[in-house]
């Protein structure tokens, strides 16, 4: 029997004998990264409930189920846990870690211990987070971004959360800074930065975020938690602070958030589209520079958060331009992914079928972001559904969606199984549907006028509203029927070798699969593109004994 | 990890050799790692000098003022003091490296030494300061105090950031015994020092911050009134 890493591993402390012991001491990057993949989708079904709670609050005007101050609690919760639990970690965390650093050929990540570290101190951070819900005054009613003078004076658990985040954030930076050292030191020999596959590229603009940006919101935190506890007064205007200073220190960091959750998110698009077109990617350089061009622009955009809060007009103009600029390097992967399918020959598999949708949802909601840059649209448009509709179309729509690609990519890679493949895209069709009646009608109540975070609204919302509980309905099935397909792929599924997708890339080049514990037989000397396809055939085949090329 | 480690070599085509870098034993990789996290520190730190320029625009006259209150003997005695233990600390460095372990140990305790005196000298300028009645909740810092708001702006960031640096120091004290344990167990040595090498460049961070933050603050109303 091959030994897979299910049966071995290394451990942070000593050799337990027993599995649960293994895995909570784990240091071997694949099984860290199942554990995220656990403990993430289980957050976001809880955040995906809460969000239902509020669903079925607004399906009539007026308080049917909770009452105003529970509303504001639910979407704090809903948002605390979908950004700080979900998206920002999420795919880095889970694919960065399991697929990462197979694909450039190591055997681990650079600091395996401090990985393991880096998950437990998540572990830590989400337990302070949720624990608030019981503890103190009741959970904190901002809305995740603690916005002052109102999160200063809240007599809810702000604290707690506050430190929560501080801790999420380190766990950020420090996967952030795991992986850039990996990807700087770890390569395979001969693996140029220029070699390296799309998502190793968008995992290290993604990495450089983690790093520049996370403290700078890290020590706003703790300026705000300070002034809670000790009164200091920099924000707050009572005691001569300035709220706003609030918001352009938050800004700067949970802007670039935006696109360190996307920049990864992009970079699995990068893989599903040439394999399941068969055809190398159009443009590697592009969407590869693109990525480093995203993470770049994207610093310094934080501005258009802030048009309504009193900002010189010319720093709203420039800010309004820079976050035009952002949408080139964005259309530029748009268009490289639609030219590497044509003339390629598309497999319509699952993984597929969710990167097709994603070009979809995403593109409403980048134009729709678009929109809400120039100046006066915003002006309209702040704080309204329609703004909820576009962030929710780019990052469920975007990243979430292709996480779900992601996962359903990387499945057999994982669990070494198939799931049905059949059931799968019948879940991607009912969310795909369920998606868009969910959000579509706010766009349009949005842009009529019907503002965000309200618990009661005027009749004549009340269609978008019952539209949008519909299709939170036909979400939500989608979604369980999706885990329902994934869990028992798992469970039951037909087993498959190491490359069923003919993939090129060096994670599909293992002995077997599930991968064994310290992954490549041996490591190879790569002089290869990462997407070379010739007649719909992988050109680099590899004999698995030795990781020398035969072809 | 207890057996040696022996790197990977990897064959091209023409059957040339190529070492591959392990995670294990990887000197440059941790200064690397380090340096980044370093980086996370400058932004921190960063975030709070663009929050006190800020109010600084807004308040000119409130932190001038204010600022010529702080006692700049005891601010520059602790600059220097800082100084020299990052002096000490490199001298460490290279002892380390040249094989003497015993100056190392030497320079690492004079280090910690100085820091202590670094708190303790930070501790009688804030006592100081509480008996003019100057620190957080404490008197003119409250919120229904009459002091103007640029001094309690400024004074909240100086008991912030000095705080804050504070801490950083005694990080390091904490750094450096763990070092010094390290290097008495034998895990650290001339061969092996990369804990010795980021935990030196940790304190110079740690001094490079309070080099800007020692002008910021104690010199900017140095002739300020007179």
Same mark, same amino acid.
């Given at each position: 029997?091959?030994?897979?890493?299910?049966?071995?591993?290394?451990?942070?402390?000593?050799?337990?004998?027993?599995?649960?012991?293994?895995?909570?001491?784990?240091?071997?990057?694949?099984?860290?990264?199942?554990?995220?993949?656990?403990?993430?989708?289980?957050?976001?079904?809880?955040?995906?409930?809460?969000?239902?709670?509020?669903?079925?609050?607004?399906?009539?005007?007026?308080?049917?189920?909770?009452?105003?101050?529970?509303?504001?609690?639910?979407?704090?919760?809903?948002?605390?846990?979908?950004?700080?639990?979900?998206?920002?970690?999420?795919?880095?965390?889970?694919?960065?870690?399991?697929?990462?650093?197979?694909?450039?050929?190591?055997?681990?990540?650079?600091?395996?211990?401090?990985?393991?570290?880096?998950?437990?101190?998540?572990?830590?951070?989400?337990?302070?987070?949720?624990?608030?819900?019981?503890?103190?005054?009741?959970?904190?009613?901002?809305?995740?971004?603690?916005?002052?003078?109102?999160?200063?004076?809240?007599?809810?658990?702000?604290?707690?959360?506050?430190?929560?985040?501080?801790?999420?954030?380190?766990?950020?930076?420090?996967?952030?800074?795991?992986?850039?050292?990996?990807?700087?030191?770890?390569?395979?020999?001969?693996?140029?930065?220029?070699?390296?596959?799309?998502?190793?590229?968008?995992?290290?603009?993604?990495?450089?975020?983690?790093?520049?940006?996370?403290?700078?919101?890290?020590?706003?935190?703790?300026?705000?938690?300070?002034?809670?506890?000790?009164?200091?007064?920099?924000?707050?205007?009572?005691?001569?602070?300035?709220?706003?200073?609030?918001?352009?220190?938050?800004?700067?960091?949970?802007?670039?958030?935006?696109?360190?959750?996307?920049?990864?998110?992009?970079?699995?698009?990068?893989?599903?589209?040439?394999?399941?077109?068969?055809?190398?990617?159009?443009?590697?350089?592009?969407?590869?520079?693109?990525?480093?061009?995203?993470?770049?622009?994207?610093?310094?955009?934080?501005?258009?958060?802030?048009?309504?809060?009193?900002?010189?007009?010319?720093?709203?103009?420039?800010?309004?331009?820079?976050?035009?600029?952002?949408?080139?390097?964005?259309?530029?992967?748009?268009?490289?992914?639609?030219?590497?399918?044509?003339?390629?020959?598309?497999?319509?598999?699952?993984?597929?079928?969710?990167?097709?949708?994603?070009?979809?949802?995403?593109?409403?909601?980048?134009?729709?972001?678009?929109?809400?840059?120039?100046?006066?649209?915003?002006?309209?448009?702040?704080?309204?559904?329609?703004?909820?509709?576009?962030?929710?179309?780019?990052?469920?729509?975007?990243?979430?969606?292709?996480?779900?690609?992601?996962?359903?990519?990387?499945?057999?890679?994982?669990?070494?199984?198939?799931?049905?493949?059949?059931?799968?895209?019948?879940?991607?069709?009912?969310?795909?549907?369920?998606?868009?009646?969910?959000?579509?009608?706010?766009?349009?109540?949005?842009?009529?006028?019907?503002?965000?975070?309200?618990?009661?609204?005027?009749?004549?919302?009340?269609?978008?509203?019952?539209?949008?509980?519909?299709?939170?309905?036909?979400?939500?099935?989608?979604?369980?029927?999706?885990?329902?397909?994934?869990?028992?792929?798992?469970?039951?599924?037909?087993?498959?070798?190491?490359?069923?997708?003919?993939?090129?890339?060096?994670?599909?080049?293992?002995?077997?699969?599930?991968?064994?514990?310290?992954?490549?037989?041996?490591?190879?000397?790569?002089?290869?593109?990462?997407?070379?396809?010739?007649?719909?055939?992988?050109?680099?085949?590899?004999?698995?004994?030795?990781?020398?090329?035969?072809? | 990890?207890?057996?040696?480690?022996?790197?990977?070599?990897?064959?091209?085509?023409?059957?040339?050799?190529?070492?591959?870098?392990?995670?294990?034993?990887?000197?440059?990789? &941790?200064?690397?790692?380090?340096?980044?996290? !370093?980086?996370?520190?400058? *932004?921190?730190?960063? @975030? #709070? =000098? +663009? /929050?006190?320029?800020?109010?600084?625009?807004?308040?000119?006259?409130?932190?001038?003022?204010?600022?010529?209150?702080?006692?700049?003997?005891?601010?520059?005695?602790?600059?220097?003091?800082?100084?020299?233990?990052?002096?000490?600390?490199?001298?460490?460095?290279?002892?380390?490296?040249? &094989?003497?372990?015993?100056?190392?140990?030497? !320079?690492?305790?004079?280090? *910690?030494?100085?820091? @202590? #005196? =670094? +708190? /303790?000298?930070?501790?009688?300028?804030?006592?100081?300061?509480?008996?003019?009645?100057?620190?957080?909740?404490?008197?003119?810092?409250?919120?229904?105090?009459?002091?103007?708001?640029?001094?309690?702006?400024?004074?909240?960031?100086?008991?912030?950031?000095?705080?804050?640096?504070?801490?950083?120091?005694?990080?390091?004290?904490?750094? !450096?015994?763990?070092?010094?344990?390290?290097?008495? @167990?034998?895990?650290?040595?001339?061969?092996?020092?990369?804990?010795?090498?980021?935990?030196?460049?940790?304190?110079?961070?740690?001094?490079?911050?309070?080099?800007?933050?020692?002008?910021?603050?104690?010199?900017?109303?140095?002739?300020?009134?007179?």
């Amino acid at each position: 029997m091959k030994k897979t890493y299910f049966d071995e591993t290394h451990c942070a402390i000593g050799h337990p004998k027993s599995t649960f012991m293994q895995w909570m001491l784990t240091i071997d990057h694949k099984r860290i990264g199942i554990m995220y993949a656990v403990v993430m989708m289980t957050f976001f079904f809880v955040a995906v409930a809460t969000a239902f709670l509020m669903r079925l609050e607004l399906f009539a005007p007026g308080g049917q189920f909770i009452d105003g101050d529970t509303f504001n609690q639910a979407f704090t919760l809903h948002g605390v846990i979908m950004i700080f639990l979900f998206m920002v970690p999420g795919i880095p965390a889970i694919f960065g870690n399991i697929v990462m650093p197979l694909m450039i050929g190591a055997k681990d990540v650079a600091f395996p211990r401090l990985n393991w570290f880096t998950f437990w101190l998540y572990i830590v951070g989400a337990l302070f987070a949720l624990s608030t819900l019981w503890t103190g005054n009741g959970f904190a009613d901002t809305g995740w971004t603690f916005y002052a003078p109102y999160s200063l004076n809240t007599d809810t658990s702000v604290v707690m959360l506050l430190v929560a985040a501080f801790i999420l954030g380190m766990a950020s930076i420090l996967t952030g800074l795991n992986f850039l050292v990996t990807i700087h030191r770890l390569r395979a020999p001969g693996m140029t930065f220029f070699k390296m596959p799309l998502f190793v590229w968008g995992i290290y603009a993604t990495g450089w975020i983690q790093l520049l940006a996370t403290p700078v919101v890290g020590i706003t935190l703790i300026l705000a938690l300070l002034e809670k506890l000790l009164g200091i007064g920099i924000f707050d205007p009572a005691k001569g602070g300035d709220p706003v200073l609030f918001e352009h220190l938050f800004w700067i960091y949970s802007h670039p958030a935006v696109y360190l959750m996307i920049l990864p998110a992009f970079g699995v698009m990068s893989e599903i589209i040439p394999t399941f077109s068969r055809k190398e990617v159009f443009g590697y350089r592009t969407i590869a520079l693109s990525s480093a061009a995203i993470a770049g622009i994207g610093y310094l955009v934080w501005g258009h958060h802030l048009f309504t809060s009193g900002m010189a007009d010319l720093a709203k103009t420039v800010f309004s331009f820079l976050t035009f600029f952002v949408a080139v390097p964005t259309g530029i992967k748009f268009y490289d992914w639609v030219a590497t399918m044509y003339g390629g020959k598309i497999v319509l598999r699952t993984p597929m079928l969710w990167a097709l949708g994603t070009i979809i949802t995403f593109v409403i909601g980048g134009l729709t972001g678009v929109t809400i840059t120039m100046i006066g649209v915003d002006i309209h448009l702040q704080d309204t559904y329609y703004t909820v509709a576009h962030f929710h179309y780019a990052m469920l729509g975007g990243v979430a969606f292709l996480m779900f690609a992601g996962m359903h990519y990387w499945f057999p890679l994982v669990t070494g199984k198939m799931y049905n493949e059949a059931k799968a895209k019948i879940a991607f069709y009912i969310i795909f549907i369920g998606f868009n009646f969910l959000w579509f009608p706010m766009l349009i109540a949005g842009y009529l006028g019907m503002p965000r975070r309200y618990f009661d609204y005027l009749p004549e919302f009340q269609i978008y509203h019952q539209v949008a509980f519909f299709g939170a309905v036909v979400f939500i099935i989608g979604i369980t029927l999706m885990m329902y397909v994934l869990i028992q792929g798992w469970r039951k599924g037909e087993k498959v070798g190491p490359n069923p997708w003919n993939a090129t890339t060096l994670e599909w080049h293992l002995p077997y699969s599930p991968a064994p514990l310290e992954n490549h037989t041996k490591v190879p000397y790569v002089d290869f593109d990462p997407y070379e396809y010739k007649n719909g055939e992988p050109v680099v085949k590899f004999d698995y004994a030795t990781m020398k090329r035969i072809d | 990890m207890a057996h040696e480690y022996v790197p990977e070599i990897a064959t091209d085509r023409e059957g040339n050799e190529y070492v591959v870098q392990g995670w294990q034993d990887d000197f440059y990789g &941790g200064k690397l790692g380090f340096w980044l996290f !370093m980086f996370t520190e400058v *932004m921190m730190f960063g @975030a #709070m =000098f +663009l /929050a006190l320029t800020y109010y600084k625009t807004l308040h000119p006259e409130d932190f001038l003022t204010a600022s010529h209150h702080l006692n700049r003997l005891l601010g520059g005695t602790n600059t220097v003091i800082l100084l020299i233990s990052a002096l000490t600390m490199g001298l460490g460095l290279l002892k380390m490296r040249v &094989g003497d372990v015993k100056g190392a140990k030497l !320079m690492i305790y004079i280090t *910690m030494f100085l820091a @202590a #005196m =670094f +708190l /303790a000298i930070k501790g009688v300028e804030w006592t100081e300061e509480y008996e003019h009645g100057i620190f957080l909740m404490h008197d003119k810092l409250l919120p229904e105090s009459s002091f103007p708001f640029g001094e309690k702006l400024f004074y909240g960031l100086y008991f912030t950031m000095t705080g804050l640096h504070g801490f950083h120091i005694i990080i390091g004290i904490g750094l !450096m015994i763990w070092l010094l344990k390290r290097i008495n @167990a034998g895990k650290v040595t001339p061969e092996h020092h990369i804990l010795h090498w980021n935990i030196a460049l940790y304190w110079d961070i740690v001094h490079l911050i309070w080099v800007f933050v020692f002008p910021y603050f104690y010199m900017i109303g140095a002739n300020h009134g007179n």
